[in-house]
């Protein structure tokens, strides 16, 4: 398995985020409990996402089912394959 950061940006015109969430939310927590999300939070405009995944374009699918990113709130996405040093997933 690699392990990539996810860096979300989202659209500051929506308000539906609120709305939205729910379904963003147990979306992230059926990943958490498959073993392909490892970590997730809020970042200042956005959110930052660990994922495992076999490849990129795994990776990239785990995202784009994401209901924040099929809805349109995500407007950009940073994913980059993450070499870990130090800590739990090293």
């Known amino acids: ?4 950061a996810a860096l979300y940006t989202y659209d500051p015109a ?4 609120s709305d939205r ?3 963003h939310r147990a ?3 059926s990943l958490n409990e ?11 405009g956005g959110a930052l996402l660990i994922l495992s995944a076999d490849d990129e374009a795994a ?5 784009d089912a ?9 407007t950009d996405i940073d994913l980059e394959e993450w070499t870990v040093v130090y800590g739990p997933w090293s």
């Open 1 to 4: 398995m690699v392990i990539f």
């Open 27 to 29: 979306y992230l927590k």
């Open 14 to 17: 929506r308000t539906d985020i």
């Open 66 to 74: 994401d209901p924040f990113v099929t809805s349109g709130i995500v």
């Open 59 to 63: 990776a990239r699918a785990l995202i």
């Open 21 to 23: 969430r729910p379904s």
């Open 34 to 44: 498959g073993g392909s999300l490892l970590a997730s939070g809020p970042r200042g």
